[in-house]
């Protein structure tokens, strides 16, 4: 199994620190607001990763948290008048709807790192003892980038480039730092700010030390695998690698992998813009998995362009191949009854076998999906001959297995019959009158998933089929 590595910059065979066994860390999102459609690609393709090794029979510890304090939290908390972590916990339970609509499994953990304070501050204490990191007087604490040999291997950053191009950047407040490039561990609480105890100040943690702490606590001083999008590389993780190691004296993470960018109708995604789209957006209008099987329909390391006809020929691809599972699924109860032929086991099997070849190649998504197409095809070219029960259960079983690996269920949600529906809106209106807007949402939710659309007016729910 192949995976680039950001790090060397080759692709390099995958050995785990421990065989058989995968600690993979991944950076989640700011909760401060619904997940745009660029944050989905990270959380899709990973969960993609993490169900391949263990299709592979790797036992998988996926850590990947939530950055529950920070700026954009705090500034929505004041406008709203309420505590950060009222904030922070409602996005917290809309990205996990969002989750579980584009079908991505829940990660081994998900640590939050308001509740990781005390590793923080272990962290910090131990990289001061150690010199790789100094207080200065209004109690900030900065990493000594200078002190750390390796400072600059992830991004391949030179540290006397970045310290003349950053000598201007030195902003009112940092003129205690020793080196431009010096990054906060820790910083003093502002007025009305969250805030903890600390031997430096009352305070918080800045962000990279966050994710040094989280994935030490929950995998170990050494993992297998770091991920995130490409924007992460430098500063966050090239500061994640100087913290972990300086801290450790280990290599942190073996294998680095950053996706690239996802871009709205060929320019960078942006809420200026007005080309910015929320994965609640999207729910509107498809079923969750399509946006999950157009993410994958690209290798995670080249950029990709949303747009309407690239969505609308995704929910078409996806739906071929349930169209073909549903065949397949028929021709099981009603085919001959003849046995599998070795030769029909052969033929499955090698689609099994392009599939895998794919995946092993540095998680070649795009050449698996032209593999479960080519399968679609074959069983529809078998089907139209006619099939045994044996062989189309056979087809059919690897077929949902594939799909399975990508997140994609093949069977089709059953259609809600209309008085499910009325009973369904009925139940929303009184979980709002009883202001449980928690669970009135989710069934607004389960309803779009299936196609139906809910119009609030005057005389009533109205509602219709998309
Ligand atoms: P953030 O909440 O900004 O820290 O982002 C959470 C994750 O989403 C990180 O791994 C980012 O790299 C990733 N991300 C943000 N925007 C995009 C985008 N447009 N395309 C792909 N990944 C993105
Ligand atoms: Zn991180």
């Known amino acids: ?15 785990p620190i421990e065989p058989g066994k995968v600690r993979m860390y991944v950076c989640g999102p700011t909760v401060y607001n619904l997940i745009h459609i660029g944050n989905a690609r990270p959380m899709i393709f990973f969960d993609t990763v993490r169900r391949y090794f263990e299709h592979r029979n790797y036992q998988v510890n996926y850590v990947s948290n939530f950055t529950d304090v920070d700026d954009k939290i705090i500034k929505k908390a004041q406008e709203e008048g309420v505590d950060a972590s009222v904030i922070s916990q409602r996005y917290i339970a809309e990205c996990k709807k969002d989750m579980e609509g584009m079908n991505i499994l829940p990660a081994t953990t998900h640590p939050l790192a308001t509740q990781e304070i005390d590793g923080m501050i272990q962290m910090i204490s131990q990289l001061i003892e150690k010199g790789y990191a100094y207080v ?26 970045l310290r003349s191009g950053n000598r201007s950047l030195l902003v009112t407040g940092e003129e205690q730092k020793e080196d431009p490039m010096d990054f ?47 924007d992460l590389v430098f500063p966050h993780h090239e500061n994640e690698i ?35 789209f929320t994965v609640r957006d999207i729910s509107e209008k498809y079923d969750l998995q399509v946006l999950r099987f157009f993410m994958l329909s690209a290798h995670y390391r080249s950029p990709l362009n949303f747009s309407g006809d690239l969505m609308e020929a995704a929910k078409n691809g996806l739906e ?40 092993d ?41 594939l ?31 009883a202001k449980d807007f928690a669970r009135a949402d989710a ?10 659309l809910l119009e609030d007016t005057r005389e009533g729910v109205k509602w219709k089929r998309a």
């Open 1 to 15: 199994m192949k995976i680039y590595n950001t790090l060397t910059r080759k692709k390099e065979e995958f050995v």
């Open 136 to 161: 200065v007087e209004d109690g900030t604490v900065y990493f000594r980038v200078r002190k750390f040999a390796g400072y600059g291997k992830l991004s391949g950053k030179n540290l006397d480039d």
């Open 184 to 230: 906060v561990l820790w910083k003093p609480k502002k007025e009305g700010e969250p805030y903890w105890e600390s031997p430096w100040c009352q305070g918080r943690p800045g962000w990279h030390i966050e994710c040094s702490v989280m994935s030490k606590k929950y995998l170990g001083e050494q993992i297998d695998i770091h991920g995130g999008g490409e």
């Open 242 to 276: 100087a913290q972990s190691e300086a801290a450790s004296g280990k290599e942190f993470a073996h294998y680095w992998m950053h996706n690239a960018f996802l871009n709205i109708d060929n320019k960078k995604m942006s809420k200026s813009l007005g080309n910015f």
């Open 320 to 359: 071929r191949i349930r169209n073909g599972a549903e065949r397949l699924r028929e021709a099981a109860k009603s085919g001959a009854g003849e046995p599998m032929t070795e030769e029909q086991k052969a033929a499955a099997d090698a689609f099994v076998d392009k599939f895998d070849a794919a995946m």
């Open 361 to 401: 190649d540095d998680f070649n998504t795009a050449d698996a999906i032209a593999a479960v197409f080519e399968l679609v095809k074959y069983a529809n070219t078998q089907a139209a001959e006619g099939l045994s029960r044996a062989f189309a259960s056979y087809l059919s079983q690897i077929l949902t297995e």
């Open 403 to 433: 799909c399975g690996i990508l997140g994609i269920e093949t069977e089709k949600q059953e259609e809600l019959l209309d008085a499910e529906i009325e009973a369904l809106i009925e139940e929303r209106q009184a979980a709002r009158k």
């Open 443 to 452: 069934i607004r939710n389960q309803l779009a998933a299936q196609g139906i």
